[in-house]
């Protein structure tokens, strides 16, 4: 029997079947061929709007067959900790170093982070195997304040935890019901009742004590000398250990490390990279545990199993060079209904994340991750079995550092030793200096260079020929927080845009990769899939544009009613659509997720992609650097924001990145205007426009909706004033442009 079990799989790779969504992906590329070939055929006929409109569906096309490619094979994996367990026994399970970033106090707000770490230091896992690292760039004693009330907390909400088997141990989320008869499932007995009322209370109490901080920067009594009179841009670090194991005890509590690494007003300090990259190198001092998860500070573990699943993965497959890294699918807490901003990815991690891991594996995703420590060291060789004075000399100058990199590569493990005892030489790899002349960031650690290092460091480990897996254990392993209002989700957008096409014009570029190293090429379509968002906006834009100026110039880019050519644009249209809300509805979502997710595809599109693709293009130029900008996270629990009515409701603020998406409205309506007045001047070519046109125009205000909302709508939830006025003089200029041509 023992032997039985231990023979079994750690974890499965189970093929999923696609053959009808094929089929239909195949007709609909036949059919934008078919499109592309009748534009050809007709180059010469007519003008620049049909050259403009047989490039911008060249483009369309090609993304389709990235989207095909990489949807061919799904793959789902599963994962059997009860397997590992009777296989390994708990001793012997291998450390992980968990690290949570935050940045800013305000957008991060403390509580939130708190939540994170309570869930992480109370997962099923031996906790003297486990050691939580949290870096907080806004050097905030409010944050430090919070943590250390909340180890506090820990030493009874994780027995708790263990006891009673709680399996939302984020304490915010386990007490959001009412009552403890909703949190304990069958446990009624008057002992739980008792402790889980204490417990409540205990909770109430933490979060009234960092509530009161941070509204009266009220800090009781704690050892917060060293944040007086801190500048968060220009501070030494700052590291404490708040709470240590020092017994080792199996049934103890994690430790707890607060990290403020050294900032300088001249030294770049690389954002989220240049974090991970100090918490890298002081876990690696302090722990040096040969598996490291990264969540962000919002995505605390739902499923308390979540270690040994990724372990499943990491310890259960067959050659060490299989997997390098666990990417958990992100999910989102009190996401609004219907996903209005379109940013749950519920249909992308349905069908393109198992597509990916019919490859080579999906994208790192920067929160919710285990890596294998030595991936990350050894980002340059090949052959990482092979512990050379090269790799030693690339880690910087501190000789303790050096050795303890040289045990990860060699995959030992270091002595249990105390955390306290590395505090001097930790301070020392924690500096801002420490990286000068070394290959942190560009041949190790995470990298440089781009908004999305999550992206650009997954991409040059698969470039290195190591997979990566994507595992949906159920319960969901993470929960987030996505942005619940247009600015934040609109900011989100366009750092991912600009993340992205900074990793495709890097010399990490998929295509280079695909040439000179490991990655295999339908990996490389998939990767340029995503990489090419920001590019998306200028096709999309231009193609919303045609209708407006054929209608405006009485002209036409699509096939006349009585050409056959014009039930080829209807049919495609129509199958497309059917296609993709096919998904939706297979994926347990509603036909009006659809049609928000649809809509919101081209807002971000046309508006936040192109602000990405322009930051880009100045950073090109070298007119600015790209920054990254912190998406603000909601304290909302269920208890409010999801039950307000207008939470859905699109939202405003003065940002420019609104402009587009208003001039590209208010375009289309005059357009509709003047096509219902019969405005038009005579056709050139006795040609003019038609009912193509008039559809298209018609469908682009369906899916700018929320701005025309946005147009009548009073304080957030309009479109400010200055922004319709410089959208108004967009729309003017456009006009006029439209009058010229019709002259010229
Ligand atoms: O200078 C910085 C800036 C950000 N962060 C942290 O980075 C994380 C991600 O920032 P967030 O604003 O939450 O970005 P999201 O758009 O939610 O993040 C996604 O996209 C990012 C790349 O664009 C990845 O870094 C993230 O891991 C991934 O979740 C947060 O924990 C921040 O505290 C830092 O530690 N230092
Ligand atoms: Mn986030």
């Not at 009673?164 to 069958?186: C, E, K, L």
């Not at 002349?437 to 698969?462: F, K, P, V």
């Not at 231009?542 to 009585?562: E, G, M, R, W």
């Not at 587009?660 to 038009?680: D, F, K, Q, R, W």
Request: net charge neutral.
């Amino acid at each position: 029997m023992a032997n039985a079990t231990t023979s079994l799989p750690l974890f499965e790779k189970i093929p999923r079947k696609n053959t009808i969504q094929r089929g239909f992906a195949i007709i609909i590329f036949f059919l934008l061929f078919l499109l592309l070939v009748y534009r050809l055929y007709f180059l010469n006929h007519y003008g620049f709007t049909w050259i403009l409109a047989f490039l911008c569906e060249s483009w369309f096309t090609f993304t389709w067959v990235l989207v095909i490619s990489t949807k061919w094979t799904l793959v789902d994996y599963d994962t059997y900790p009860d397997r590992l367990l009777q296989r390994v026994p708990e001793v012997e399970l291998p450390s992980v170093d968990m690290f949570v970033t935050t940045a800013d106090p305000v957008l991060e707000p403390p509580i939130i982070t708190v939540n994170t770490v309570l869930s992480l230091l109370a997962v099923d896992y031996p906790s003297h195997k486990l050691a939580c690292y949290v870096s907080d760039d806004g050097c905030s004693p409010l944050t430090y304040y919070a943590l250390v009330e909340a180890s506090k907390f820990a030493k009874l909400w994780v027995p708790f935890c263990n006891k009673y088997n709680v399996q939302v141990r984020a304490p915010f989320r386990y007490f959001s019901g009412d009552d403890s008869t909703t949190a304990s499932g069958s446990d009624t007995s008057s002992n739980f009742q008792q402790e889980w009322k204490r417990m409540k209370d205990e909770y109430e109490q933490l979060s009234a004590k960092i509530e009161d901080a941070v509204q009266n920067q009220n800090i009781a009594p704690c050892d917060l000398t060293v944040f007086s009179e801190i500048d968060r841009k220009n501070h030494p670090t700052i590291l404490k250990v708040i709470w240590e194991n020092k017994e080792g005890l199996l049934d103890g509590l994690p430790g707890l490390v607060y990290l403020s690494r050294e900032k300088r007003p001249n030294h770049s300090h690389h954002y989220k990279a240049g974090a991970m990259n100090v918490l890298t190198r002081v876990s690696g001092l302090m722990t040096n545990a040969p598996y490291m998860l990264n969540v962000d500070c919002d995505m605390y573990a739902n499923n308390p199993m979540i270690v040994l699943h990724a372990m499943c993965l990491l310890l259960g497959s067959n050659s060490e060079k299989e997997i390098a890294f666990v990417q958990f699918s992100p999910a989102f807490y009190d996401g609004l209904k219907d996903d209005p901003y379109g940013n749950q990815f519920v249909v992308m991690l349905e069908y393109m994340a198992p597509g990916f891991s019919g490859l080579q594996g999906f994208i790192y995703g920067g929160t919710g991750c285990f890596h294998r420590r030595k991936v990350i060291y050894d980002l340059q060789l090949d052959n990482i079995d092979s512990v050379n004075e090269e790799i030693l000399k690339r880690v910087g100058s501190s000789k303790e550092l050096m050795k303890s990199v040289a045990h990860a590569l060699k995959g030992k493990t270091n002595s249990p030793d105390h955390l306290s005892n590395s505090i001097d030489t930790a301070y020392q790899v924690a500096g801002c200096g420490y990286e000068h002349g070394t290959s942190w960031g560009r041949q190790l650690g995470w990298l440089y260079g781009s908004t999305a290092e999550d992206i650009l460091t997954g991409l040059r480990i698969h470039s290195k020929g190591w997979k990566s897996a994507f595992p949906r254990p159920n319960p969901q392993a993470f929960l987030g927080c996505a942005p619940s209002g247009g600015p934040a989700a609109m900011t989100q957008q366009k750092r991912w845009a600009t993340g992205l096409l900074e990793v495709l014009l890097s010399k990490d570029c998929p295509i280079l990769a695909t040439l000179f190293a490991k990655l295999h090429w339908r990996q490389c379509l998939a990767y340029l899939w995503i990489l090419t968002w920001g590019l998306r906006s200028i096709p999309e834009l231009c193609y919303a544009i045609l209708p407006a100026y054929c209608i405006i110039t009485n002209s036409h880019f699509l096939p006349k009613v009585q050409e056959q050519a014009f039930y080829i644009a209807i049919v495609v249209f129509v199958i497309h659509h059917l296609y993709t809300l096919s998904e939706y509805l297979r994926a347990g979502l509603s036909v009006r997720a659809w049609w928000n997710n649809q809509r919101m595809a081209r807002i971000t599109t046309m508006t936040a992609w192109l602000f990405g693709f322009l930051s880009v293009i100045l950073k090109l130029l070298r007119i600015s650097e790209t920054v990254f900008e912190v998406t603000k996270k909601d304290k909302s629990t269920s208890s409010n924001g999801a039950h307000d009515v207008d939470a859905g409701r699109f939202t405003f603020d003065e940002s420019p990145i609104f402009v587009p998406g208003t001039t590209i409205l208010m375009v289309h309506l005059t357009a509709l205007v003047v096509s219902l007045l019969n405005l038009e001047p005579p056709a050139h070519d006795g040609l003019g426009s038609g009912l193509g046109e008039v559809l298209c125009s018609v469908w682009l205000v369906l899916c700018f909706w929320p701005f025309l909302k946005g147009l009548f709508g009073k304080g957030k939830h309009g479109i400010p004033l200055s922004t319709i006025c410089k959208s108004a003089a967009l729309v003017l200029l456009f006009l006029h442009l439209c009058r010229m041509t019709i002259m010229g």
